[in-house]
């Protein structure tokens, strides 16, 4: 085991135009073991009327840094969902590898003096992979937000926090300063604070470059579950257990989540924007469980108010094995882990098998019995009834979806 870390300095230095060229960007030397869950701590989180943003927080204006890159894509997949927001926020020691990506301010780097340093991101590595990234900002030197040329007043540089926070995010990434390695372009990575003040083109084939795929990440930790407007029907296929108010505990995502109990016959439900003692009376009004996790190979709904992307928690993927030999007769809500198309999972094992596009507001559909019958009886009969055909699509991890068993 090999720990290491590393500071990241920015400093300032008058604007530079410099000539585009070729792609420059660099990478640090260690790819990322996962995507990163980041917890803003950035106090006072009470609104101010930033120069450039309008009112705002600090946490705020991190997380539009954040969403920035996740826009630009991580990785050649690309990955839009590799920055997390963790929601709430756990408190760690940013000086240290615990588990807890922190940003947060600070009077001193980790015991040592700032300097002019503006920030910098501490970034923890076991085995050659990039686990934690912690990110500091000077709370010695003045911060408000705003656009375009950098800003002097009162005989200090006025620091534009929300460029410094794409610079430190895009560390956190996996991106180094351009010009550090001697490369002349225009990129918000390089190591001076500059009139730049967005992702520039270099900085964008930057993360696109970043040693990363989702898809190959043994931990299912790294899979996106991305939840539309309405009602979803998602799934856990990991071995690890979802933590209901981490994943779903933004109430300006998420209304309520459902879960089906088929031993008790009842639906468990979570909701955000309800106290655990108004949740518990809620559910028990109404005959209902109070959801607090959604386990492994469980399925579930999700209605959500915008869109918004979760993860599904560390571990790997379910084998369809665990509710083959679960049968229980009945309907079961449920998921699983090893994209197995309906028709491997057979006939032994359900009668039917439903699950749920949120986008086009249909079922997919799949029976054994009519799909026995051979030539094209069950795509006649999807089609009849205003069904979706799985065809050769798979059950991926994310997937939720009933089964009614024989
Ligand atoms: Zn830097």
Redesign the pocket.
């Known amino acids: 085991m090999k720990f290491g870390r590393k500071f990241?300095?920015?400093a300032f230095l008058l604007l530079q135009f410099l000539p585009q060229s070729a792609p420059a960007f660099v990478l640090l030397p260690e790819p990322p073991a996962s995507g990163f869950t980041m917890n803003l701590d950035l106090e006072p989180s009470v609104p101010f009327q930033s120069i450039g943003y309008g009112i705002t927080t600090w946490n705020k204006l991190a997380e539009m840094a954040i969403a920035t890159w996740n826009a630009a894509g991580i990785g050649s997949g690309p990955d839009f969902g590799f920055l997390r927001v963790a929601n709430p926020p756990a408190v760690g020691n940013p000086c240290a590898r615990d588990g807890i990506n922190e940003v947060r301010w600070s009077p001193d780097n980790c015991g040592f003096s700032f300097g002019d340093v503006i920030a910098i991101?501490i970034r923890w590595i076991v085995n050659g992979l990039r686990v934690e990234e912690d990110v500091l900002f000077n709370s010695n030197l003045p911060f408000d937000a705003y656009r375009g040329p950098l800003r002097y007043s009162n005989g200090h540089w006025l620091n534009d926090f929300h460029r410094v926070a794409v610079?430190?995010f895009g560390?956190v990434v996996g991106l180094d300063?351009p010009n550090a390695a001697g490369q002349k372009v225009t990129a918000i990575?390089n190591?001076h604070m500059s009139n730049v003040d967005w992702l520039q083109p270099d900085d964008i084939a930057g993360a696109r470059a970043i040693a990363w795929s989702a898809a190959s990440d043994p931990q299912l930790s790294s899979v996106t579950l991305i939840f539309n407007v309405g009602w979803n029907l998602a799934g856990n296929g990991s071995t690890g257990t979802l933590d209901a108010a981490s994943a779903f505990g933004n109430s300006s995502d998420v209304l309520s989540v459902w879960k089906w109990l088929s031993v008790e016959a009842k639906w468990a439900l979570y909701s955000p924007s309800l106290t655990r003692q108004q949740l518990a009376n809620y559910a028990n009004t109404n005959g209902h469980a109070v959801l607090t996790t959604i386990n492994s190979g469980e399925g579930f709904w999700v209605n959500a108010s915008r869109t918004f992307a979760a993860r599904l928690p560390p571990g790997t993927a379910i084998s369809s094995a665990s509710f083959q030999s679960a049968r229980a007769g009945g309907w079961r809500l449920v998921a699983t882990g090893d994209n197995k198309t309906p028709r491997d999972i057979g006939s032994p094992y359900l009668s039917t098998l439903w699950a749920w596009d949120a986008v086009k507001a249909k079922w997919y559909f799949y029976a054994p019995s009519l799909d026995a019958k051979g030539g094209t009886y069950l795509s006649d009969y999807i089609t009849s009834k205003g069904y979706l055909d799985f065809g050769t699509k798979t059950l991926d991890p994310t997937t939720g979806f009933w089964v009614n068993q024989p």
Do not use: G, K, R
Request: proline share 0%.
């Open positions: 990241i300095a920015a991101t610079h430190e560390h300063h990575m190591s």
